[in-house]
Nanobody, 122 residues
Framework: AQLEESGGGLVQSGGSLKLSCAASGNIYKIYAMSWYRQIPGKQRELVATIDSEAKTSYSDNVKGRFMISMDNAANTVHLQMNNLEPEDTAIYYC?????????????????WGQGTQVTVSS
């Protein structure tokens, strides 16, 4: 399977951006999809997660401003980011827990996207 992200860019403080991540390949089931972010020199941190039952969770520093959603038909996860702050500037990575199916084989594996830059100017 592969993950392809889109939607990053430059926005002013207080603005909004929407990130998308489409999963493709021999997908049998997506157990969960998440967004992480990483600032150079710092550890990658979990931002938001949505599971196959549409349960969501958020880090405290984005709760109330970001919303994660899933388009199951398109195997795509979205992250709507509102009221962005300069501290949200980072590379955002999509992560997925996917079971793939090729003839006679089921395999569960974690996947990462290539990352998309989000820059919030003050």
């Amino acid at each position: 399977a592969q993950l392809e992200e889109s939607g990053g860019g430059l926005v002013q403080s207080g603005g909004s951006l929407k990130l998308s991540c489409a999963a493709s390949g021999n997908i049998y089931k997506i157990y969960a999809m998440s967004w992480y972010r990483q600032i150079p020199g710092k550890q990658r941190e979990l931002v938001a997660t949505i599971d196959s039952e549409a349960k969501t969770s958020y880090s405290d520093n984005v709760k109330g401003r970001f919303m994660i959603s899933m388009d199951n038909a398109a195997n795509t996860v979205h992250l709507q980011m509102n009221n962005l702050e300069p501290e949200d500037t980072a590379i955002y990575y999509c992560h997925a827990d996917i079971m793939t199916h090729v003839p006679d084989t089921f395999r569960e594996k974690y996947y990462w996207g290539q990352g998309t830059q989000v820059t919030v100017s003050s």
